[in-house]
């Protein structure tokens, strides 16, 4: 829930622009080449087009906004891209709406047979009046030691009284995600009635503030904020490690001590060095 300042009588729309950005990671180990491509496989179809194209169309719901239409494309071999056109103010009920409109912009889109192949990730676009949601999905592998590994890049930007925060944990819960990393911003000003400018119509300390208690136990979390700039950053991590979680098509049972203590000790060092931004070497 946005706690709201006291409601602001504005001279004209609200310009502020609210930004959240996230990087949310995917880590497996797959043992033979062969698995890794599977890997890639998996991922390209569980977060294909039409997957993408209805998680942004929930989003869309939980912020309130309104899909205008749909267009999509996945790629051969992988990959896909979608843009989705928003209108923001006023909510029209999507009941009245009908889901008609969705899915008869999204049929009229389909890919056709034969379509050029584009590269290994799926994009997602959508567009709220001057503001837009966007997935962009990267998944890739180790060329030999079995660490393969799936980023989603998400923005969710809106300008006025919608807020990307309402779709904050719907879009962790979403996508597999071992780790995810956050930036939240709110930039420009709005003028009430009196000709004062306003930087921002909320109250926040912390993108934790609008994580959901489920997620928060779940998670390690650390944050850098720069209050002055309205700008806050918060990184998480998984706070439990079962390696039977980061295998990929098998378990723990098939390898040896000594075989885990090293696959553990893979999978541990990708988690800190994504979670840090920075390789340890």
Request: proline share 4%.
């Amino acid at each position: 829930m946005v706690k709201q300042l006291p409601r602001l009588k504005l001279e004209g729309f609200n310009n502020l622009t609210k930004s959240l950005s996230f990087n949310i990671y995917d880590v497996c180990y797959a043992v033979t080449p062969e698995q890794r491509q599977r890997y890639i496989e998996y991922i390209d179809e569980a977060y294909n087009a039409q997957r993408l194209t209805q998680i942004l169309t929930e989003v869309a719901d939980i912020i309130g906004a309104n899909i205008l239409s749909v267009a999509r494309q996945d790629y051969d071999p992988q990959g896909a891209s979608v843009t989705i056109l928003i209108s923001e103010q006023p909510v029209v009920d999507r009941s009245e709406l009908g889901r008609e409109t969705v899915a008869s912009a999204m049929r009229e889109h389909e890919p056709d047979a034969g379509e050029p192949s584009g590269p290994r990730e799926a994009s997602v676009v959508a567009h709220l009046d001057k503001s837009h949601i966007t997935v962009h999905t990267y998944p890739e592998s180790h060329p030999y030691n079995g660490i393969s590994t799936f980023r989603a890049d998400i923005d969710v930007a809106t300008c006025g009284v919608i807020s990307p925060l309402k779709a904050l944990n719907f879009l962790i819960d979403s996508f597999e995600s071992d780790i995810v990393i956050m930036d939240y911003r709110v930039r420009g000003a709005t003028r009430d009635v009196r000709g004062k400018k306003h930087y921002i119509d909320h109250r926040i300390n912390s993108i934790q503030d609008f994580l959901s208690k489920s997620i928060l136990k779940r998670y390690e979390c650390y944050d850098v904020n720069v209050y002055q700039e309205k700008l806050f950053h918060t990184k998480m991590h998984l706070r439990q490690f079962d390696l039977d979680t980061y295998l990929f098509e098998t378990t723990k049972q098939d390898f040896s001590s000594a075989e885990r203590i090293r696959m553990e000790s893979l999978l541990k060092r990708e988690i800190a060095e994504l979670f840090s931004g920075r390789s340890l070497d």
